[in-house]
Nanobody, 116 residues
Framework: QLEESGGGLVQPGGSLRLSCAAS????????MGWYRQAPGKQRELVAK???????NYADSVKGRFTISRDNAKNTVYLQMNSLKPEDTAVYYCDVRNGVGSRLSPWGQGTQVTVSS
């Protein structure tokens, strides 16, 4: 089970920190990441991080977002700075094993709205 939190309404240029805790019978987590889906658009990868700390970011968020994780707590974070209106979306957590298989269904996500 994935539980996302930390979303909200923020003005352009503001910051938010998302958290996602993976609980239950989830084992052999290799990568943890964040996807987002804006209205009328496909879900897209925002950032991901492996158990060894290797990160990968979408070009649109490089330099503004930072992903991190606490392996002991099976928790992943997304620090979002310099937010833009185009970052508005529902953000979903994702956990996968070493061969890329998803280990849990999508959660409910957390809404991020960037607006003045």
């Amino acid at each position: 089970q994935l539980e996302e939190s930390g979303g909200g309404l923020v003005q352009p240029g503001g910051s938010l920190r998302l958290s996602c805790a993976a609980s239950g019978s989830i084992f052999s987590i290799y990568s943890m990441g964040w996807y987002r889906q804006a209205p009328g658009k496909q879900r897209e990868l925002v950032a991901k991080i492996t158990s060894g700390g290797t990160t990968n970011y979408a070009d649109s968020v490089k330099g503004r977002f930072t992903i991190s994780r606490d392996n002991a707590k099976n928790t992943v974070y997304l620090q979002m700075n310099s937010l833009k209106p185009e970052d508005t979306a529902v953000y979903y957590c994702d956990v996968r094993n070493g061969v890329g298989s998803r280990l849990s269904p999508w959660g409910q996500g957390t809404q991020v709205t960037v607006s003045s």
